[in-house]
């Protein structure tokens, strides 16, 4: 004897055409979804917003010292540079 559970119910047109057409909805936003998740131009984007935010939250105090300290270093390094060469020669002597 069949279990009534399990016998086939009538199904309305209306009720499985609105089930094919929220499958086809839901199967259209997951096609969209990985389309924009493998999307180069799209990963791009995504990078450059996230690197704008954190520049955004950057102290403008602390960028200032940070950018004063880059100056001073490059300074001194191109001072050391300059002044290396003379130190090092060897002075030479005249013979009279």
Do not use: C, Y
Not at 2 to 18: F, M
Not at 39 to 60: F, I
């Amino acid at each position: 004897m069949a279990d009534p559970d399990s016998e086939a119910q009538p199904v309305d047109q209306k009720t499985l055409v609105a089930d094919i057409d929220r499958t086809r909805a839901e199967l259209a936003r997951t096609i969209d979804a990985i389309s924009d998740r493998v999307s180069p131009r799209k990963n791009a984007q995504r990078a450059v917003d996230r690197l704008r935010e954190r520049v955004s939250q950057v102290d403008p105090l602390m960028a200032g010292a940070a950018a004063a300290a880059v100056v001073v270093g490059v300074t001194v390094l191109i001072l050391v540079r300059r002044r290396k060469p003379q130190q090092l020669a060897p002075r030479r002597r005249r013979n009279r």
